[in-house]
Nanobody, 123 residues
Framework: QVQLVESGGGLVQAGGSLRLSCRFS????????MHWFRQPPGKERTFVAG????????LYQDSEKGRFTTSRDNAKHTLYLQINSLQTKDTAVYYC????????????????WGKGTLVTVSS
C-alpha cells in the first residue's frame, strides 16, 4: 500500500525559502510521475509542479515558473519542492500526489495523495 507523507511546511516571512519533502512508502516509487498541488484557504486545489518518473522532465504552473523547483531522489523515495522568494499568496496546504502515467497538470488520474503540509507566509 502506497503512502505519501509531506513535511517541511511552516511559518516563513515573505521573501524567504522553503523546501518541502514528500516521502513515499511502498513499492515502485520510480514508476510514478509525481506532482505537487496546493490549496489556499477558502480556495480550490490547483497544480503547482510535476516531475517524470526519472526526473528529467518537469512541468510547472505557468505563473510560478522560476520560483518553484521540483526534484526527486528515487533512491530515497522522496519528492521535493523548493520554493524561493515566498509571497503571501503562497500560503496554502501543499499536497503531493502520484500516478502511473506521464506527468499532468490536473488531478485527473492521480492514484494517491498525501495529507498535506501547511505553508504560511507572513508579510
Amino acid at each position: 500500500q502506497v503512502q505519501l507523507v509531506e513535511s517541511g511546511g511552516g511559518l516563513v516571512q515573505a521573501g524567504g525559502s522553503l523546501r518541502l519533502s514528500c516521502r513515499f512508502s511502498g513499492r515502485g516509487f520510480g514508476a510514478y510521475s509525481m506532482h505537487w498541488f496546493r490549496q489556499p484557504p477558502g480556495k480550490e486545489r490547483t497544480f503547482v509542479a510535476g516531475i517524470s518518473t526519472g526526473g528529467k522532465q518537469t512541468l510547472y504552473q505557468d505563473s510560478e515558473k522560476g520560483r518553484f523547483t521540483t526534484s526527486r531522489d528515487n533512491a530515497k523515495h522522496t519528492l521535493y519542492l523548493q520554493i524561493n522568494s515566498l509571497q503571501t499568496k503562497d500560503t496554502a496546504v501543499y499536497y503531493c500526489a502520484g500516478r502511473r502515467m506521464p506527468i499532468a497538470t490536473t488531478e485527473n488520474g492521480m492514484q494517491f495523495w498525501g495529507k498535506g503540509t501547511l505553508v504560511t507566509v507572513s508579510s
